[in-house]
């Protein structure tokens, strides 16, 4: 990855947002349900040892040992590694948590190094996103799986925000249309961070090429709008987001996905 893509990861801001942004007490009980689900998808079993392929401040990993998982926990930031060893500690779960620098475009595992791998809102953040792929879809042995957490091109979400958009005059700047959907750079702490909006299709068709195929499909969290309100009106939206989930509605409109690939 570029420094352009990977400075806003080290800003010492950058955690302290992310908690706000999806790290409220009502978003935490969706993830305690939807991460274990995530892991059960995959097969994973107590004693196992699963990839968290970019791991942020620790907070699935946390899940995932709790889960009874041994976790091996990968990130670009050392900011965000900092901050995941900080919590992984607190969370008394440091004996099943080891932690390693990688860049998620260039890892230095060897081919099937795992048959556990899962990344969690990360590859998003990254414009060459196909470089990411081959990486994590190598790393993957034959008949592993690998879960990837992603936003999704069709959302709901989307086309409000164009509406609302083309209401008050002011289109979104610098959207950009590729092979495996949209992206556009935003800012945040006077850095740039890029955000996807994933084709669901055209990731299927470019990860079968790559040998592995879709398992499941599951909606994640239905709107991202909670992020830009506060108050009840966030609060419903994150109830809503919970209810989506235990419904399990289809992930078609939602703003974002769980894809589950196994390695043929």
């Not at 699963?50 to 620790?58: E, I, R």
């Not at 042995?141 to 086309?159: I, S």
């Not at 009840?232 to 235990?246: M, Q």
Request: hydrophobic share 40%.
């Amino acid at each position: 990855m570029s420094q352009a893509e990977t400075s806003v990861f080290e800003h010492p801001d950058t955690v302290g947002s992310w908690d706000s942004d999806y790290y409220h007490p009502i978003a935490e009980r969706y993830y305690d349900r939807a991460v274990p689900e995530m892991l059960a998808l995959m097969g994973a079993k107590p004693g196992d040892t699963v990839l968290d392929a970019g791991c942020g401040p620790g907070v699935h990993s946390i899940r995932a040992a709790k889960y009874g998982l041994r976790v091996k926990a990968i990130d670009i930031s050392e900011t965000m590694l900092a901050e995941a060893h900080r919590r992984v500690a607190a969370a008394g779960v440091a004996d099943q948590v080891e932690f390693a620098r990688e860049d998620l475009t260039r890892l230095s595992f060897a081919d099937a190094s795992f048959k556990f791998v899962f990344s969690w809102g990360v590859i998003i953040h990254i414009r060459e996103i196909e470089k990411a792929l081959d990486e994590l879809a190598r790393i993957v042995e034959p008949g592993g799986r690998l879960a990837l957490y992603l936003t999704n091109d069709t959302a709901w979400d989307h086309k409000l925000e164009s509406a609302a958009r083309f209401l008050v005059r002011k289109p979104l700047k610098g959207l950009e249309s590729l092979p495996l959907g949209h992206g556009v750079w935003y800012e945040m702490h006077d850095e740039r961070l890029w955000v996807w909006r994933v084709n669901s299709t055209a990731l299927e068709a470019y990860l079968k090429g790559r040998g592995l195929r879709r398992v499941a499909l599951r909606v994640g969290e239905f709107t991202e709008i909670q992020r830009r309100v506060k108050g009840p009106f966030r609060r419903l939206l994150l109830r809503t987001n919970n209810l989506c989930h235990r419904l399990r509605v289809p992930a078609g409109p939602a703003a974002a996905c769980l894809h589950v690939f196994e390695r043929s």
